[in-house]
């Protein structure tokens, strides 16, 4: 039976153990989505204290899917040597490095996008304050294009995967709901047309990386909202997203957010075990895991593949040595 300190095999990605680190916007790019010196040192400090996997938080893959000005983005060939840097300060530790990437969709502003935020329909999202304009067919073919050459750029940079990002309330997480998504073309409607798109950018970027290099998707499984996206489509389009070239499903949630107010611990995983029942590939959850004994409980219980710690490794860098010392498991040359 495995546990929190069983590697694991991602579709030929070698992990030393289950923990990872979700990706988790630190906020600190040039206003030209250009990678800075404290990107190094926030991410090499998880990454030396034996976490297996760092997602590298959200980063753009085209100015108007932005959803804040000092975010990463990768959306123009002259940023890749900034993620290289990244890369080559990460891989000496033997954690494995994977980029997030996204577009904000309707829950941006026109002052940050500078351009009039983009959705899958002129509705407000239920968090956002300015209504979007519908996204023609021709922005789709080249939002996808554009998360394409992004997932080109994070292979040239090195990175061991990617992560499109199909959670909390950004775009293709507004293409699965019903109350961001209100199309009448083919990318609407019933669970296969408002899936179209997240399945068609899936398709495209694993044509782009190719069949070797991970693909992970965040999956926001459940809006939370009346109305919303709900689980039991999650667990229905859950094998698609497989189908579709997806290596790995990272569980949370959707329009609801990555921190709904007052969730208990472990407030996605559910959610999480029901998808991993529904697919063959390996799940991750996030969500109010803070305690190595319950992370590993879970990994033994077989709710998940991969425990997602994050404001738990934001205030300690070193959880996962501390969950090594609870948990009686010997590490070797870790400081
Ligand atoms: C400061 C901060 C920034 C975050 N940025 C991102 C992000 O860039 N992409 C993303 O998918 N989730 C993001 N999240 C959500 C986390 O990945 C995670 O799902 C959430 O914090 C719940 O896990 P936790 O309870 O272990 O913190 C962020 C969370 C925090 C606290």
Same mark, same amino acid.
């Given at each position: 039976m495995p546990d929190l300190f069983s590697p694991l095999e991602v579709r030929g990605l070698a992990l030393r153990n289950r923990i990872m680190m979700p990706p988790m916007a630190?906020? /600190? +790019?040039?206003?030209?989505?250009e990678v800075t010196p404290r990107h190094l040192e926030h991410y090499l400090a998880r990454a030396r204290?034996? /976490? +297996?996997l760092l997602v590298v938080e959200h980063t753009y893959v085209?100015?108007? @899917?932005? $959803?804040?000005?000092t975010q990463l983005g990768l959306h123009d060939d002259a940023l890749v040597e900034g993620f290289r840097r990244l890369v080559e300060a990460i891989r000496p530790t033997g954690a494995r490095l994977v980029l997030q990437l996204t577009h904000a969709g309707s829950a941006t502003t026109a002052a940050v996008a500078e351009a009039v935020p983009e959705g899958p329909s002129a509705v407000l999202h239920p968090s956002g304050r300015e209504v979007p304009r519908e996204l023609t067919t021709a922005d789709l073919a080249q939002i996808r294009e554009e998360f394409a050459a992004a997932a080109r750029r994070a292979v040239e940079a090195g990175f061991d995967g990617v992560e499109i990002h199909g959670a909390h309330g950004y775009l293709l997480n507004q293409f699965l709901s019903p109350l961001t998504n209100r199309r009448t073309?083919?990318? @609407? @409607?019933d669970l296969a047309g408002r899936s179209r798109f997240p399945l068609e950018v899936i398709c495209r970027v694993r044509r782009e990386v190719g069949p070797d290099f991970s693909l992970f998707y965040r999956f926001g +499984?459940?809006? @939370? $909202? %009346?109305g919303g996206f709900p689980l039991a489509e999650a667990v229905e389009l859950a094998p698609r997203l497989v189908e579709a070239g997806v290596d790995l499903l990272d569980v949370s949630g959707g329009l609801i957010g990555s921190r709904p107010a007052g +969730? %208990? %611990?472990?407030?996605?995983v559910e959610a999480a075990a029901a998808v991993r029942r529904a697919v063959t590939v390996p799940v991750a959850v996030a969500g109010g895991i803070t305690e190595p004994a319950f992370a590993d409980s879970l990994i033994r219980e077989g709710k998940t593949d991969l425990v997602a710690v994050g404001r738990a490794l934001l205030r300690d860098p070193r959880w996962a040595l501390r969950a090594a010392r609870e948990l009686g498991h010997p590490l070797e040359g870790t400081g």
């Open positions: 630190s906020d /600190v +790019a040039t206003e030209t989505g204290s034996q /976490v +297996a085209r100015r108007s @899917g932005r $959803l804040t000005r073309d083919d990318y @609407g @409607g +499984a459940d809006d @939370g $909202l %009346p +969730a %208990p %611990p472990g407030y996605n």
